[in-house]
Each structure stands twice: as C-alpha cells, then as structure tokens.
C-alpha cells in the first residue's frame, strides 16, 4: 500500500456513463479498502483543483495506514494529460478502467446532456458536429465527446505508455452487471486485498439518465444559480424526469457500431475477451 505521500494505491479513471458509481459502491462495501470522502476528486482533471497541490488532494482521503486507498473519477481515463499526472504523484499506482457497449454509453451520455438542458442538438446532429464541438474549448469536449470517449482503447494507450500492463485493470459493465462477485472477485485480487461479498443490488444501475419532460424547465435548473440549491435541483428534476430515454434509430445505431468496431477489437484482444461480439457491434 502507498505511503499517505503517494496516495492513493488505485484509480479507477473511468469511463464515464460506464458504471463508475456502482463500482465505487461496491469497493466501499470492502472493508480492506478506503475510498477517497467523495466519489469524484477531480484532481487530475480540473485545473482548479490541481493548482490546490498534493496536500490538498491527500485531504480528500479519511483512511487508516493499513489501508489501500483509492479513488473513481471517470474523466481522468478521457484526458491524456491525467495519466502524466497520475504516474508523476505515483508511478506505482494500479489503473482500473470500467467499459460497457460503446453505442449504449454515447446514448447514455446524450441523454445526460439533454436531461441538464445542455444539449439542444437532436443526436444525429450532436454526432455529426462532435469534432467541432469538442474543438471549441473544455467544456464543449467535456459535454458533447458522445463518440470518443467510446474509444476506449485509443484512451487507454495514455495509461498504457506510462504503467505496465501487469498494473491496468479493465473491467466490463456488462460482466459486472451479470456477474458481479466473479467481477469483484478479479478486481479484488489485481488490488491485492480480501474479496468481500458484492451487494446483492449491483445489477440495479446508479446514476442512470432519463428524458426531461421539459427542455426549457432543464434550462432553468442548470442554467441559474437555481442549480446550486441542492434541495431545489433535486426535486425539480425528479419531477421534470421522465422514467427511461427513447430507443436510437437502427441506422445511428449501425454507423457507430462500424465505428467503434476496431477500437474494441483491439481492446478485446487486450484482455482476452471478444467484445465485438459481446457488444453486438458485428451486427450494428
């Protein structure tokens, strides 16, 4: 385990709308391991937490010595630089990346955007000026890279470059929804602790989007400082959100499958497992 100077032991880096709360849930279930006061630090990513220094993010971790400690930010696998970052507070940490279905995580992610009011685009749209859109500035790639951060593969080669393979960890939605003690029980032995029981809930998904009733009553929540009161952006969005998002179109569904077929071969070929086929992507 790191020294409270080179915390933490692990990061899960992402991906985003990929299962990266249910999975904090689960490790916190471990009484082996110690995750950091709040799910997502943000100290890799966001320039304003960074500039806070090393003392600053250790503060964020509560743990014992004995402890391994860890943390789940799913942006960090999406930005080059966090893996410098990372490998320069500590070059011996173990890397944990979570994927599922790449066409079902892009539709995910849009419905998210649009549920915050943030994404006026019908999805086609969205898709077709991602590039551009992602081009603009931070918060443009943060909200509208529906597509890229789908590469997984292309993502992980950041990691890749600065730790040994023997210290990266992939771990896949759709296994650890089915089969989540067999998912934990690997995850726990790359960690290095005890495996413990899985939550018997884990197939129930955390954080899942849904489709405003009204876009303009989005806008208002996430686009005032009405946003800010907790207890008014709850309510207001549980009212305002609809049960479950609409069904993609068959022929947005085939021309990302054709996208993201290669990048999954390759990341399948990684760790032993055919996710074309596991993702339907062959038949997109």
Known sequence: MASRESYPDFIVVGAQKCGTTALYAQLAGNPSICLSTVKEVHYFDLEENYAKGENWYRDQFECASEAVVGEVSPMYLFLPY?????????????????????????????????SKGREPLEFEDAIEQE???TSRDFEGLRRYSYVQR??????????RTLFEDQNIHVVVAEEFYSDPQSSIDELCTFLGVPPHSAASNVGRKKNQGGQPRSRVLSRIIHG?????????KTITERINKKDAYPEMNVESAQSLGQDFQEDARQLG???????????????A
Request: charged share 25%; proline share 4%; net charge positive.
């Open 82 to 114: 966090c893996a410098e970052r990372i490998h320069a507070h500590n070059p011996n940490a173990k890397i944990v990346a979570i994927v599922r279905n790449p066409i079902k995580r892009a539709w995910s992610h849009y419905w998210h955007e649009r």
């Open 131 to 133: 590039l551009e859109r």
């Open 150 to 159: 789908g590469m997984y593969w292309k993502q992980l080669q950041s990691y």
């Open 224 to 232: 005032t400082p009405l946003h800010k009161i907790r207890s008014i």
């Open 269 to 283: 070929e990684y760790i032993g497992k055919d996710l074309v086929s596991l993702w339907g992507l062959q038949h």
